[in-house]
């Protein structure tokens, strides 16, 4: 399926969700992908989070292109494609070509992400860059101009279920206080209920929550209750600088 959305379209609507919820298929039943995703899609997310492990730049695997295309045939949200692999340069334009909407590599696993950002957009994709927890702002500070998304790791890459870590929220108010940054900012780990809040106050505009939504009996409820507790910060910080 052809991606339907042009970049400045499909970040604008991302934005404009803000704070969104981005369900992260990797909690999901993977032997019933396709209700999964039917039932996230009825609890009407913007954009679904599929995390992408090769074994060699995380120590895990969890699945890859095929995967990437069976999903862009069941749905028509757009597939924010979040890569913690090895040489994403080599593989980013198959992962477009399956389709993901965004493309997000790691700063850690690209010797210069500049070259690797363009190509994505290129390709008409939104770029992403992503910062593991120990990893400081600095480090993606040259490729900043080129991001359509940095993503904070909020837990180290690899597996679902892990515990918030709080120096993400220290960059994302970086990042949000920054006149010369308007990438869309995301979070990604540990994210629930009792730390979306934080995340949202601190500028997160994509939530993305695995255990949280697919570990609830109604995903609906599971969505709903990260969004109020994001919304809620949100807002009060609007009104606090009124
Ligand atoms: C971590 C992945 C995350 C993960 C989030 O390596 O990038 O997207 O699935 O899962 P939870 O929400 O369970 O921390
Ligand atoms: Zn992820």
Redesign the pocket.
Known sequence: MASRFGRDELKARLRAASPAVLP?L??SDFAHLEQEIKRVEQAGVTAL?L?V?DGHF?P?ISFGIPIVEAVRRVTDLPLDV?L?IARPDEYAERFRKAGADSITIHVEAARDPRPVLDRIRSLGALAGLALNPPTPLPAIEASLPLCDIVLV??????????H?EQVALEKLQALRDRSDCDALLEV?????AETAGACAEAGAELL??????FSHDDYATAIEEIRFAAVGKKLSIKADRN
């Open positions: 992260s990797l909690a989070h995390d492990m995380v895990n979040h913690m790791m909020s837990v180290m890459p690899g597996f679902g279920g892990q918030f990604d780990g540990g994210v629930n993305v929550a695995g255990t949280a939504v």
